[in-house]
């Protein structure tokens, strides 16, 4: 597994990330606090997004490069939906719990 090591402050929804243009639109936080994952709106209209996991030894998020969108999305469900098909944890997260 490969990890992109970065310090970076976690901004909130709606905020634009220093330095990329993009916009935070949507964050989704594994019930444990050690992944999340951002959905994010490029200047051009398009969407992505990036899975990033809690190193608590070093007090980082670090961006899974394996697991950061290559593909250009014309919108955040679309990006959501193939976040959801490429990371389990995303999916069960998203999923309502079943009725006994």
């Given at each position: 597994?490969?990890?992109?090591?970065?310090?970076?402050?976690?901004?909130?929804?709606?905020?634009?990330?220093?330095?990329?243009?993009?916009?935070?639109?949507?964050?989704?936080?594994?019930?444990?606090?050690?992944?999340?994952?951002?959905?994010?709106?490029?200047?051009?209209?398009?969407?992505?997004?990036?899975?990033?996991?809690?190193?608590?030894?070093?007090?980082?998020?670090?961006?899974?490069?394996?697991?950061?969108?290559?593909?250009?999305?014309?919108?955040?469900?679309?990006?959501?939906?193939?976040?959801?098909?490429r990371?389990?944890w995303?999916?069960?997260?998203?999923?309502?719990?079943?009725?006994?």
């Amino acid at each position: 597994m490969r990890l992109a090591y970065a310090r970076l402050a976690v901004p909130h929804s709606g905020t634009m990330v220093e330095g990329s243009g993009n916009v935070i639109v949507k964050r989704i936080v594994h019930p444990a606090g050690k992944y999340r994952l951002e959905i994010y709106r490029r200047l051009n209209g398009t969407f992505g997004f990036e899975e990033f996991m809690f190193e608590p030894d070093e007090q980082v998020w670090c961006m899974l490069s394996h697991r950061r969108s290559v593909g250009v999305f014309d919108s955040e469900e679309t990006a959501l939906a193939e976040a959801t098909a490429r990371i389990a944890w995303v999916a069960e997260v998203l999923e309502p719990p079943t009725q006994p």
